[in-house]
């Protein structure tokens, strides 16, 4: 089959500031006011709380006012008013951890154990399809999926970095890219030091963009060396960069760290300056009473993806035990091919039933915790607690809103926040705000040009499948 070659779409956007004066002056004026009236905010700080007859102002970007809804309509008596009198209110949900591009993969290795799953399904079909072009298309589905899933910013590790950043500032995501590095050659890079010399020149060119921040990405320690791992600490310290990482993923990963280095992952990462509060580890699943220690001792944040655990057959992440040493907790998806469903409320549901059932105790990780963990403990292990994660004045107006008019969601009960976790789903979701831009309404996505992307994507999804099917 001849190789695919499909052109990525540029897509531009008008400026959001006014035209200058006939002189050539900028006019400056102040953005309209808008007040957002649901039934429930959750503002998830403080913990646990939820407002009734309370709204949120949003001026440009910010929120900058929550409050009685009487209060702030005498505020702002000619501010646009959103009406929204079955909904709750949250922040928008943080996917600590993706492949966003492999939503073109979705399917291929069902079934399989994760080594097996890599080895023979995956690294072989990235061999030959990996491409710029793939990455973003990719990345474009997975970009639609997780925003009208909720999430309005994701942690992601893939290869072509520029092609997912692309995709999600088409439709409006933060994003948090990995530098991804591996010790052996890809399409993307020939060698470690290759994917960090282009990843780290990525990030020089695209730091002046507000909603665009990197990670350093070493894949995980079996694919990373120790001169490597010590240059990724190095960088981490001076650049303030998190260190993305999968850690302890399985059972043979662990056995293979003793046999090889005489110690176990989080040992050896310690021993190179690896473990920090930057780092997230992601997936954690196979720790022992040591491990934990160090994940406490160093800081180091946990991105935990229940569903690619459980369908890969990895096992199961000692979540209670780690929440209760006070490790800080974010959900992930991981991709679509190990999920296969970017559907995060769907996985902080499963997770806050894993840590119930394994733990024995039915108040372990409850619905208000869980909607942290969601949100704001993903935003901390990012380093964005300050910006998003929270519904508090000062902070990017990144909301959702979820619709309780629905027999599924009836009677409301007396907590919202638990009705959500234990009983909604993504089809609840109604509306999406990043940075104060409505760019979901009643489901539907909002940018023109990212509806218009998004078709001609899935248009040609089918020849990236026929191609992968060539190839299997």
Not at 210 to 215: A, D, L, Q, S, Y
Not at 234 to 263: D, F, N, R, Y
Not at 297 to 308: I, N
Not at 394 to 407: Q, R, S, V, Y
């Amino acid at each position: 089959m001849a190789k695919l070659s499909i052109k990525l779409t540029i897509v531009t956007f008008e400026s959001p500031y006014p035209a200058p004066d006939p002189r050539g002056n900028p006019v400056l004026t102040s953005p309209a006011v808008e007040l957002l009236i649901p039934r429930w905010i959750a503002p998830v700080v403080p913990q646990g709380s939820v407002l009734e007859k309370h709204a949120i102002a949003i001026q440009g970007d910010r929120i900058v006012a929550l409050g009685p809804v009487a209060e702030l309509i005498a505020a702002w008596p000619d501010a646009r008013q959103t009406a929204l009198p079955s909904h709750l209110i949250t922040p928008g949900f943080v996917n600590l951890h993706s492949h966003a591009a492999m939503a073109l993969l979705r399917g291929v290795g069902d079934d399989l154990p994760l080594q097996q799953w890599l080895q023979e399904r995956i690294w072989p079909l990235e061999s030959q399809l990996l491409s710029a072009d793939f990455v973003f298309d990719g990345s474009v589905l997975a970009c639609a999926e997780m925003l009208r899933s909720g999430v309005t910013c994701f942690n992601d590790m893939y290869f072509f970095p520029e092609s997912t950043v692309q995709a999600a500032q088409l439709f409006g995501l933060r994003i948090a890219s990995a530098i991804v590095i591996l010790d052996f050659p890809t399409p993307w890079a020939g060698s470690a030091e290759e994917c960090l010399r282009k990843g780290l020149d990525l990030r020089d060119r695209l730091r002046s963009q507000e909603r665009v921040h990197f990670t350093l990405g070493p894949h995980a320690p079996y694919s990373v060396g120790d001169a490597m791992l010590r240059e990724v600490a190095k960088l981490s310290a001076e650049l303030s960069l998190p260190v993305h990482m999968h850690v302890h993923e399985t059972s043979e990963e662990v056995a293979q760290s003793l046999a090889q280095h005489g110690c176990r992952p989080l040992t050896r990462l310690a021993k190179l300056d690896v473990l920090s509060p930057e780092m997230i580890a992601v997936h954690a699943v196979h720790l022992d009473e040591q491990d934990i220690r160090l994940l406490v001792e160093h800081g180091v944040h946990v991105a935990h993806c229940p569903h690619s655990n459980l369908k890969l057959a990895a096992g199961i992440a000692p979540i209670a035990k780690l929440s209760a040493a006070g490790v800080g907790i974010g959900i992930g998806t991981d991709g679509s091919a190990s999920n296969n469903r970017l559907d995060l409320l769907a996985e902080a549901r499963t997770a806050a039933f894993l840590v119930k059932g394994t733990s024995g105790d039915a108040a372990g990780w409850p619905a208000h915790q869980t909607l942290r963990n969601l949100t704001l403990s993903g935003a901390a292990a990012l380093g964005l607690e300050s910006e998003i994660g929270s519904i508090e004045v000062g902070k990017c107006a990144d909301l959702i809103a979820f619709n309780f008019d629905d027999p599924a969601l009836i009677p409301s009960a007396a907590d919202p926040v638990a009705q959500l976790i234990y009983a909604g789903g993504r089809e609840h979701l109604s509306e999406v705000w990043l940075g104060g831009e409505a760019v979901v309404s009643k489901r539907q996505l909002n940018r023109p040009a990212a509806v218009r992307v998004l078709h001609e994507v899935a248009a040609r999804a089918a020849l990236w499948q026929t191609s992968a099917q060539y190839r299997s």
